[in-house]
Nanobody, 126 residues
């Protein structure tokens, strides 16, 4: 059974940086991993994904400011967030699925992802 545990959330001022981590246990070979977020009163949205082949994709709103990466030796997924804006305030979730999820044109909806963490809160103040 795959388990995902996020950490690294917190409160920062606008323009600041945070790095989120997601420790994965269980079977993650040949997978697609991603970060999603959900702000109060809004739908969940995909932020970034990375395949086991290293391919990445980002939401337009975070391109150039967020970087997704993974350390296969540590089974850990990261999201480096820079130049944070107040609209980034949300609960951030780590998710995992089959590699095919990374090739879905609708990945941002998250429906192709099977495993989800409990989330870590990110708050950005202006």
């Amino acid at each position: 059974q795959v388990q995902l545990v996020e950490s690294g959330g917190g409160s920062v001022q606008s323009g600041g940086s945070l790095r989120l981590s997601c420790a994965a246990s269980g079977y993650t070979y040949n997978s697609c991993m991603g970060w999603f977020r959900q702000a109060p009163g809004k739908q969940r949205e995909g932020v970034a994904i990375i395949g086991s082949n290293g391919g990445t994709a980002y939401a337009d709103s975070v391109k150039g400011r967020f970087t997704i990466s993974q350390d296969n030796a540590k089974n850990t997924l990261y999201l480096q967030m820079s130049n944070l804006k107040p609209e980034a305030t949300a609960m951030y979730y780590c998710a995992g699925g089959q590699l095919l999820a990374c090739y879905s044109g609708s990945w941002r909806g998250g429906r192709d992802f099977t495993y989800w963490g409990q989330g870590t809160q990110v708050t950005v103040s202006s």
